[in-house]
T-cell receptor
Framework: EADIYQTPRYLVIGTGKKITLECSQTMGHDKMYWYQQDPGMELHLIHY???????EKGDLSSESTVSRIRTEHFPLTLESARPSHTSQYLC?????????????FGPGTRLTVL | GNSVTQMEGPVTLSEEAFLTINCTYT??????LFWYVQYPGEGLQLLLK?????DKGSNKGFEATYRKETTSFHLEKGSVQVSDSAVYFC??????????FGTGTRLTVIP
């Protein structure tokens, strides 16, 4: 069973506020990911990290930023939230099996920007 | 390039009905294939996977066989339950690259 945590689970915030979505995993995984899930369910990779001090942009351009100072922690920050940022944000991490990187997902943060 | 085409939903079945959710893929190289499930209000959970041609992944009564000749990885279950109601995602991965997800199929099972 995977141990990956996201806080808060739900967040309603006004336009222009700075927010940080937290993601932590206790499995010692090197790789971590952030996905944005739209109401139509489709998942879009917005950031990932190979390990400490590594961050990469994903397939979908995002105004958010991430940092990876510790292996277990991969927070996502929005400097100035807008209604277009309203979405579900999913964090994941993966081990390095010989041939595949099985990803384990957190429960998600549902963000609503008014 | 890599892509996953997944059967569009929503799918509604009666309890104990047979389930098939189609998934086909295009990939460079030899991908690993996955099915993830997302229950309401939760993140994704790995349901099953297969790493090479003709492998069969299975879990909780669900099965999928990696068919290289038809580039498919269809999800099946012989008798669905109300608790199987969820969104199902097919995905592929090549080498150490990131996952490519299908668009998801919502399944609703009615008593």
């Amino acid at each position: 069973e995977a141990d990956i945590y996201q806080t808060p689970r739900y967040l309603v915030i006004g336009t222009g506020k700075k927010i940080t979505l937290e993601c932590s995993q206790t499995m010692g995984h090197d790789k971590m990911y952030w996905y944005q899930q739209d109401p139509g369910m489709e998942l879009h990779l917005i950031h990932y990290s190979y390990g400490v001090n590594s961050t990469e942009k994903g397939d979908l351009s995002s105004e958010s930023t991430v940092s990876r100072i510790r292996t277990e922690h991969f927070p996502l920050t929005l400097e100035s939230a807008r209604p277009s940022h309203t979405s579900q944000y999913l964090c994941a991490s993966s081990d390095r099996a010989p041939r595949t990187d099985t990803q384990y997902f957190g429960p998600g943060t549902r963000l609503t920007v008014l | 390039g890599n892509s996953v085409t997944q059967m569009e939903g929503p799918v509604t079945l009666s309890e104990e009905a047979f389930l098939t959710i189609n998934c086909t893929y295009t990939a460079t190289g030899y991908p690993s294939l996955f099915w993830y499930v997302q229950y309401p209000g939760e993140g994704l959970q790995l349901l099953l996977k297969a790493t090479k041609a003709d492998d069969k992944g299975s879990n909780k009564g669900f099965e999928a066989t990696y068919r290289k000749e038809t580039t498919s990885f269809h999800l099946e279950k012989g008798s669905v339950q109300v608790s199987d109601s969820a969104v199902y995602f097919c995905a592929l991965q090549t080498g150490a690259n990131n996952l490519f997800f299908g668009t998801g199929t919502r399944l609703t099972v009615i008593p």
